[in-house]
């Protein structure tokens, strides 16, 4: 990602690179072999994302509906995963976004006939990605370990999501109030109510002295300056509660009006349930794990709200802040067989782009949790980098970010994105083709954002 804070949470930091004439030499044009199979990769590739009317649809459920999921991402779309690049002269895979998680964030792109409307009116991207290192991979969905978990139509921090039935980074939140293994407030409402054993004793009391460490930023080596929480007046704002993991800018969040898992699944079934969501501050979630902040266990237990809500800017409630994507943080997420009423979700909100953003959002990914298995040299097809079309994508993602956001990268980091992903394709990824992604909107609706380097 490009973007101040959001960037710096999730990817490793960049260390300025300086490539020299030795770097140039080696990301030199590949051979005929090379050029040729890159021609034909392209070709494939730009032939897939021209979806169309081929949507999916299965009557199977759990793993057969996986597996004809596979079957239809074999001729429909491309599913990617955009990946930070380590190491120079050598370059070390896999290529993962460096987030440590059980899975991987994989997003899918393609021109569906209601995606190609939305780009024709330039509210929707062509290649809607996250953008990290400037290097991604194309999964092949004809190897077995490519299969789908779940789907979300925005980005839905599957890292801080639990497993499910359907797989890892699908389940809800971990600090979600009502299912989340991490939320200690379950014990905290039995203890409350009298119904307790030894182990509820203790997690109860545990989770009331980490809320307390929490917010009064007691210091040990300055014990005597402590806050007495029944006398103070408590002035803890949600952001405040979460600065250092999810800072103070604004940061939008969707999920159904009502927490439990019953209205999470009612929800996800129509994308016309959007105007029933409940948007709402990132940040707020991201502490609480509950819209209600104000809650009875909270207020029996704290004596106060949990943190207060001082977020005001329009932006929350558009669902669209600068430099931020549109969380998904609803108990559920889209199971297999429901993966194209996901990208209709996703094409519903392209179809909402609030008045302040200049052109297509550049933040409204899709968010696809797929088996670690897949980023392996069986599993990839494609390297591809964004050739001589990397600046403009980089300044296009800048252009919707806080007006204080700078580039974090250096300014010939394009090269190395293109030797990295030589380097990658060569090596880990056992020979497979690299091709360049060129993503405007006329090349989209020509089929031809996929190429190679001249």
Known sequence: MMMSSFFKRKVAVVVVLSIGVASTQAVAAQDKNGTAAC??????LNQRYLVGSNRFNTTETGQEARDDLREWMSSNGILLSMCNPQGYPDVYGPCTDEFPMDHIAASWVGLTDRAKELVEADTFSPFPVYALGGVGVVFDPTFEQVQVHCSSPTDSTSSGRQPNEDGPGCGPMTNNMMYGKDSKFADVQVYLEGDAN???DYAAADALKQYYKKVSKWDQMNWKQGEDFAEAPFNVTCKQFVEDSLGLDPWPAVTPAENTMEACRAFISDPKNLNKGKFGPFQVLGSAGTWDINSTIFQEALGHEFCIDDEDDPCIEEGSCPGKPLEWVGACTWKPEDFMTSIDFQH???SMKPARVDGPSAFLWNEIS????ANTPQGVEAVFHFGSYFDTFIANSLSQS???AAD???ADYAEYAEYA?????????GGVPVVTVTPTKENALAGKIFGCSP
């Open 402 to 404: 806080p007006s204080e």
């Open 408 to 410: 974090p990268l250096p």
């Open 348 to 350: 519903e909100l392209g």
């Open 370 to 373: 797929v088996p670690l298995e």
């Open 421 to 429: 992903a030589q380097k990658l394709a060569e090596g880990y990824y």
């Open 198 to 200: 030894a182990t509820v």
């Open 39 to 44: 021609e034909a990769m392209a070709e494939k």
